[in-house]
């Protein structure tokens, strides 16, 4: 991707899918509130979420090979390792006479 720009096709399809995904959030009540209160918090736009889908559909094959070059870099990765440190224990079943006390057990 740093070397040489995506396909239109390719990005016409990750375009088509994005958009695809944003309106199907927007079927219910909940996500058009949902929708309406992110664009709030986060843009004080309530307004901004068509803003950034018209922005989307603008993207350019070279516009993302000019921001892969310039941010996907040694410097700016992040490299995470989730490691278990031991095996998680085995807790002994509860008694028949527990569970029937507590049946929520």
Not at 76 to 102: E, G, Y
């Amino acid at each position: 991707m740093k070397t040489s720009p995506v396909t239109a096709g390719e990005l016409g399809k990750a375009v088509k899918q994005f958009i695809a995904a944003t309106l199907a959030a927007r079927k219910t009540m909940e996500g058009q509130a949902q929708n309406l209160g992110g664009n709030w918090l986060a843009a004080n736009d309530l307004n901004f979420s068509e803003r950034y889908l018209a922005a989307v559909k603008r993207v350019r094959p070279d516009d993302l090979l000019r921001v892969a070059r310039e941010y996907l870099t040694a410097e700016t990765a992040l490299f995470t390792r989730c490691c278990l440190m031991a095996p998680r224990p085995k807790w002994p079943r509860p008694s028949k006479k527990n569970r029937a006390r507590d049946p929520e057990i």
